[in-house]
């Protein structure tokens, strides 16, 4: 029988964990909103991806839920220095929300109810790199993380998943969202500290 701790054991696995440059590990998890929670009843909610020759194709939360869904387990990194890791979610890919989606646009900015907006190329929406997820650790999402749907981009900064997702607007040019405009950086790679304009 080895004659290690557990609590040994386990630092050691935490020690071995690699984090994006400047980041801490967390287990709770943290709330980051610009402003009030938005309360969307389901009979209600729609998403829509609207493209840049005019066409929007929309779905209500039933037609969402008839969509084909995955369970990704993804790792966090926030600007504000947190990561955490391995969480679980539920959601429909944007893969299939393209699918029939007829667009040449490079750059798509998201919008939510409530206001918010943030903008990343098309292509980081696609190819098994985001989702619309309305459950977190086997639970319907909460309205404070994004809850009914947020999107979640997770090898971007968080600031880029948009919770209360509303809608995508794919555009040939890339215009700022809210914090873009306030000086974060346009594609917030965490592994690469793309924190700010400039870095
Ligand atoms: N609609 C909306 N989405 C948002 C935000 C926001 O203020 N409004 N904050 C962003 C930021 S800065 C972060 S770090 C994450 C935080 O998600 P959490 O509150 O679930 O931790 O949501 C992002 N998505
Ligand atoms: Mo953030």
Redesign the pocket.
């Known amino acids: 029988m080895a004659i290690v701790s557990r609590g040994f054991q386990g630092r050691r696995r935490e020690e071995s964990v690699k984090l994006p440059p400047g980041q801490y590990l967390t287990y709770d ?7 009030p929670t938005p309360r969307i009843p389901l009979d209600r909610w729609e998403f829509a991806i609207d493209t840049e020759a005019g066409q929007t194709h929309r779905w209500t939360w039933p037609e969402l839920m008839a969509l084909p869904a995955e369970q990704p387990t993804v790792d ?1 990194h ?3 220095k947190w990561s955490k890791l391995a969480t679980h979610w539920r959601g429909v890919s944007l893969d299939v929300l393209m699918a029939d989606v007829e667009t040449t646009a490079e750059y798509a900015l998201v919008y ?5 907006t ?1 903008n990343l190329p098309l292509e980081d929406l696609l190819d098994g790199k985001a989702w619309i997820a309305y459950a977190f650790e086997g639970e319907e999402l909460e309205p ?3 809850g009914p749907a ?1 999107l979640l981009v997770p090898h971007l ?9 509303r809608g995508i607007r794919l555009l040939h040019e890339d215009w700022p969202g ?2 873009e405009t306030a000086g974060y950086h346009d594609y917030g790679d965490p592994w690469r500290e793309q924190r700010y304009q400039g870095d």
Do not use: D, I, M, N
């Not at 939510?112 to 918010?116: E, V």
């Not at 900064?157 to 997702?165: D, F, N, P, R």
């Open positions: 998890f943290p709330v980051l909103s610009a402003g966090l926030c600007v504000t939510s109810y409530g206001g918010y943030t404070q993380h994004g947020r900064y968080l600031w880029k998943s948009a919770k209360w997702v809210f914090w």
